[in-house]
T-cell receptor, first 115, second 114 residues
Framework: AQSVTQPDIHITVSEGASLELRCNYS??????LFWYVQSPGQGLQLLLK??????LVQGIKGFEAEFKRSQSSFNLRKPSVHWSDAAEYFC?????????????FGGGTRVLVKP | EAGVVQSPRYKIIEKKQPVAFWCNPI?????LYWYRQNLGQGPELLIR????????DSQLPKDRFSAERLKGVDSTLKIQPAELGDSAVYLC????????????FGQGTRLTVV
């Protein structure tokens, strides 16, 4: 069965500092990979996705993620964090080349931004 | 383009009462999902529809939960009777019935059972 692990429950970062959120997955094959962000009281917004090709993926709001097959990881990064990036971030995997995506989510990482 | 619309946004009910949530997916999206998100956790899939057919309801507690998607557009998720442990955010999402696409989520319904 597939699973997603986000080892860090909380991360506190200073505004302007870099941010890296870890994501490890267990899957039979290379899955589709996603990062979603959830602001308080809001639904999930897609930051970026990886289906195939270039393993460094660019997303919205200045985020990027790198797929490392050997490590079964899909870590999310941002070079300089803004106060508005305070939110909860979810990594998710889905079956490859499947119509629609049945997603399995990690437990999330809550990011706090210090001024 | 309108996103996924859910209502109500918030619902407080007493245990053993029934409750229903409504979802209107993005126009043209054939696939519709209901997820449950417990506090401090990631969402978990309850049921997935392709058009009006429930193709994956293995995680839906069928003794008290039911869902329908008449005409393959709007969907309703019902709980009867509600239990304290059902307190959670219920998220609806939709996606096109094609490969290489992602799911788009609504804002969710926060249910509190007291």
């Amino acid at each position: 069965a597939q699973s997603v692990t986000q080892p860090d429950i909380h991360i506190t970062v200073s505004e302007g500092a870099s941010l890296e959120l870890r994501c490890n997955y267990s899957y039979g094959a290379t899955p589709y990979l996603f990062w979603y962000v959830q602001s308080p009281g809001q639904g999930l917004q897609l930051l970026l996705k990886y289906f195939s090709g270039d393993t460094l993926v660019q997303g919205i709001k200045g985020f990027e993620a790198e797929f490392k097959r050997s490590q079964s990881s899909f870590n999310l990064r941002k070079p300089s964090v803004h106060w508005s990036d305070a939110a909860e971030y979810f990594c998710a995997v889905g079956p490859p080349e499947a119509a629609g995506n049945k997603l399995t989510f990690g437990g999330g990482t809550r990011v706090l931004v210090k001024p | 383009e309108a996103g996924v619309v859910q209502s109500p946004r918030y619902k407080i009910i007493e245990k053993k009462q029934p409750v229903a949530f409504w979802c209107n997916p993005i126009s043209g999206h054939n696939t519709l999902y209901w997820y449950r998100q417990n506090l401090g956790q990631g969402p978990e899939l309850l049921i997935r529809y392709e058009n009006e057919e429930a193709v994956d309801d293995s995680q839906l507690p069928k003794d008290r939960f039911s869902a329908e998607r008449l005409k393959g557009v709007d969907s309703t998720l019902k709980i009867q009777p509600a239990e304290l442990g059902d307190s959670a955010v219920y998220l609806c999402a939709s996606s096109p019935l094609t490969v290489n696409t992602e799911a788009f989520f609504g804002q969710g319904t926060r249910l509190t059972v007291v």
